[in-house]
């Protein structure tokens, strides 16, 4: 049982250049986050997935697309890179709704936009 | 518009002591306030939750009060240790299906031997 996972952990991109950044549980979690933390900033969400088959926007979804492949997984692509995205990326689900069920973390991904 | 704030950005504590760590939020329909720990180089973990039903709920060294007309909710970490130093966000979030959290910045707690 690994819990969520998270690949790359790290990443050095120039800007403009695009990737994936891909997470996948085994929890059987319906619920699946992408966060981003920068100092000072907190955890800010990026996109979440409530259940397999849908997606919605979070407080920051500029510049990054995600893909609910199936229950286990949940992708985040840049399509553009940009210096604003360097920042701590984290991956999280959670059985069902966030305020019912504790939200398991990734052990995330460093990204760096040069 | 920040939604939940913390108090104070930083803490330094000795061992043995209390922490204290604040939070206050704006949103009344709020009904879920945990606390997350997070250690360099990893992902945050669950620490503590509590809803509104209940003005404190204690797990061992952490204790969180609940002050539901103030909107303001506490953790509390007693006989502070060096293994407890750490990055402490406070969350809230509503209750439902599509619920999801929203974290304050988070404070830095170092505990001195």
């Known amino acids: 049982n690994a819990g969520v996972t998270q690949t790359p952990k790290f990443q050095v991109l120039k800007t403009g250049q695009s990737m994936t950044l891909q997470c996948a549980q085994d929890m059987n979690h319906n619920s699946m986050y992408w966060y981003r933390q920068d100092p000072g900033m907190g955890l800010r969400l990026i996109y979440y997935s409530a259940s397999e088959g849908t997606t919605d926007k979070g407080e920051v979804p500029n510049g990054y697309n995600v893909s609910r492949l199936n229950k286990r997984e949940f992708s985040l692509r840049l399509e553009s890179a940009a210096p604003s995205q360097t920042s701590v990326y984290f991956c999280a689900s959670s059985l069902s709704g966030a305020a019912d069920y504790e939200q398991y973390f990734g052990p995330g991904t460093r990204l760096t936009v040069t | 518009q920040q939604q939940v704030k913390q108090s104070p950005q930083s803490l330094i504590v000795q061992k043995g002591g209390i922490s204290i760590i604040n939070c206050a939020y704006e949103?009344?329909?709020?009904?879920?306030f945990p606390w997350y720990q997070q250690f360099p180089g990893k992902g945050p973990a669950l620490l503590i939750a509590i809803r509104p039903d209940v003005s404190e709920k204690k797990e061992g060294r952490f204790t969180i009060s609940f002050n539901k007309s103030a909107k303001q909710f506490s953790l509390h970490i007693m006989d502070s240790q060096p293994g407890d130093s750490a990055t402490y966000f406070c969350a809230a979030s509503s209750s439902g299906a599509n619920s999801k959290l929203t974290f304050g910045k988070g404070i830095t707690l170092s505990v001195r031997p």
């Open positions: 949103n009344t329909a709020f009904d879920y």
